[in-house]
């Protein structure tokens, strides 16, 4: 008798285990339970996140490629109208230049080919800065003054520091020439390249 008496014990915590395991991975699988408050909570602090990780500024750095002296520095920052894009370049040829932003952030050749075509997720054809029909690259132009200065000042709504616009990563191309708006070969020869990068807001300087 007592013998089965231990048996019956023993079976009850048997049972008592499976039914413990069973409920502990039944409440795994649903997740930890949040009530509404939690889920606030958790909402407001992704979209913090995410307001954290959206790029709010951006610099390039442009140096000559091959035997030009294309030097300087293009800054983009991120406002509610757009983006406003400053440039400060020496060592041009006075005149206009051909400005943008090409595809890819790779500056390695000495003819600036592998920053490959203006940048263009639209597919749209090549114009100027204000054409309504443009390549979201489409900067237009920066003029040389007889120094071979160079300022440019825009704000531009078409490209973006975050999402499908975004210039991160890709290339500032310096050209040769005048661009006319209608032609891309029109601007000449790449002489300077820039790879774009993110850059922290409190460097603005
Ligand atoms: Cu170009
Ligand atoms: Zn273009």
Same mark, same amino acid.
């Given at each position: 008798?007592?013998?089965?008496?231990?048996?019956?014990?023993?079976?009850?915590?048997?049972?008592?285990?499976?039914?413990?395991?069973?409920?502990?991975?039944?409440?795994?699988?649903?997740?930890?339970?949040?009530?509404?408050?939690?889920?606030?909570?958790?909402?407001?602090?992704?979209?913090?996140?995410?307001?954290?990780?959206?790029?709010?500024?951006?610099?390039?750095?442009?140096?000559?490629?091959?035997?030009?002296?294309?030097?300087?520095?293009?800054?983009?920052?991120?406002?509610?109208?757009?983006?406003?894009?400053?440039?400060?370049?020496?060592?041009?040829?006075?005149?206009?230049?051909?400005?943008?932003?090409?595809?890819?952030?790779?500056?390695?050749?000495?003819?600036?080919?592998?920053?490959?075509?203006?940048?263009?997720?639209?597919?749209?054809?090549?114009?100027?800065?204000?054409?309504?029909?443009?390549?979201?690259?489409?900067?237009?132009?920066?003029?040389?003054?007889?120094?071979?200065?160079?300022?440019?000042?825009?704000? /531009?709504?078409?490209?973006?520091?975050?999402? =499908?616009?975004?210039? *991160? +990563?890709?290339? #500032? $191309?310096?050209? !040769?020439?005048? /661009?006319?708006?209608?032609?891309?070969?029109? =601007?000449?020869?790449? *002489? +300077?390249?820039? #790879? $774009?990068?993110? !850059?922290?807001?409190?460097?603005?300087?």
């Amino acid at each position: 008798m007592r013998h089965r008496t231990w048996i019956a014990v023993i079976a009850g915590f048997a049972v008592l285990f499976v039914a413990v395991q069973i409920q502990h991975a039944q409440s795994q699988e649903r997740g930890p339970r949040r009530g509404p408050r939690a889920e606030a909570r958790s909402g407001a602090s992704l979209e913090m996140r995410g307001e954290m990780n959206k790029v709010g500024f951006a610099v390039a750095m442009v140096r000559g490629l091959g035997d030009h002296k294309v030097n300087g520095k293009v800054t983009f920052k991120q406002t509610d109208d757009g983006v406003e894009i400053n440039a400060e370049l020496d060592g041009l040829q006075p005149g206009e230049h051909g400005f943008h932003v090409h595809e890819f952030g790779d500056c390695s050749m000495e003819d600036g080919k592998c920053a490959g075509a203006h940048f263009n997720p639209t597919k749209a054809d090549h114009g100027g800065p204000d054409s309504k029909n443009r390549h979201v690259g489409d900067l237009g132009n920066i003029k040389a003054d007889g120094q071979g200065h160079a300022t440019y000042n825009r704000t /531009d709504k078409m490209i973006s520091l975050n999402g =499908a616009h975004s210039i *991160i +990563g890709r290339a #500032v $191309i310096v050209h !040769a020439k005048e /661009d006319d708006f209608k032609t891309v070969t029109s =601007a000449g020869d790449r *002489i +300077g390249c820039g #790879v $774009i990068g993110i !850059a922290d807001p409190k460097m603005q300087h």
